[in-house]
T-cell receptor, first 112, second 113 residues
Framework: DQQVKQNSPSLSVQEGRISILNCDYT??????FLWYKKYPAEGPTFLIS?????DKNEDGRFTVFLNKSAKHLSLHIVPSQPGDSAVYFC???????????FGQGTRLTINP | KAGVTQTPRYLIKTRGQQVTLSCSPI?????VSWYQQTPGQGLQFLFE???????NKGNFPGRFSGRQFSNSRSEMNVSTLELGDSALYLC????????????FGQGTRLTVV
């Protein structure tokens, strides 16, 4: 069973517009969520995280929203830039364990 | 500050052989986790070591094992390799024992033929 799901395998957005990446989870024990970005032939790079006690966290162009009742989180990138083109993974953990459960990833393409 | 270093970057092994992968975490980081990435299964957690002790383990067979040394460097071993073990193996390190952002290495691409 897939506990973390990213239902959109790909997303294409115009440069300067907002990119919204979505993630759903099924395990109600998850209490910490992270977004990672991955370029080909590189390891994932941490972007932003959020604890379940919050519903929003911002860092520059990146904002993560958490809706616990819907078991849904989203990553907003504003404005989108060509360098944002990559695969984005959401990940979740529970109980403070350094054991991440990843979604399948969404390939984001920013078009000039 | 140097990042997470994984060696080797690429490896080709024959079915039935065994392989050892190495990971040097960021200086000062005591937690090292290992993940397997395949096209079909995505990124899956293998195990985590903290202060030389395995603290968490994923759902992988006993052929997959690891260890951590006193300098926090970690090794992962896969015995009796199968074709399905072909994957990108990623190591991640983090500073504390609790959940914080993990920093990943570039991975070791293992191909089993």
């Amino acid at each position: 069973d897939q506990q973390v799901k990213q239902n959109s395998p790909s997303l294409s957005v115009q440069e300067g517009r907002i990119s919204i990446l979505n993630c759903d989870y099924t395990n109600s024990m998850f209490d910490y969520f992270l977004w990672y970005k991955k370029y080909p032939a590189e390891g994932p790079t941490f972007l932003i995280s959020i604890s379940s006690i919050k519903d929003k966290n911002e860092d520059g162009r990146f904002t993560v929203f958490l809706n616990k009742s819907a078991k849904h989180l989203s990553l907003h990138i504003v404005p989108s830039q060509p360098g944002d083109s990559a695969v984005y993974f959401c990940a979740a953990s529970s109980g403070g364990a350094q054991k991440l459960v990843f979604g399948q990833g969404t390939r984001l393409t920013i078009n000039p | 500050k140097a990042g997470v270093t994984q060696t080797p970057r690429y490896l080709i092994k024959t079915r039935g052989q065994q392989v050892t992968l190495s990971c040097s975490p960021i200086s000062g980081h005591r937690s090292v986790s290992w993940y397997q990435q395949t096209p079909g299964q995505g990124l899956q957690f293998l195990f985590e070591y903290f202060s030389e002790t395995q603290r968490n383990k994923g759902n992988f067979p006993g052929r997959f094992s690891g260890r951590q040394f006193s300098n926090s460097r970690s090794e992962m071993n896969v015995s009796t390799l199968e074709l399905g073990d072909s994957a990108l193996y990623l190591c991640a390190s983090s500073f504390t024992g609790g959940i914080t952002e993990a920093f990943f290495g570039q991975g070791t691409r293992l191909t089993v033929v």
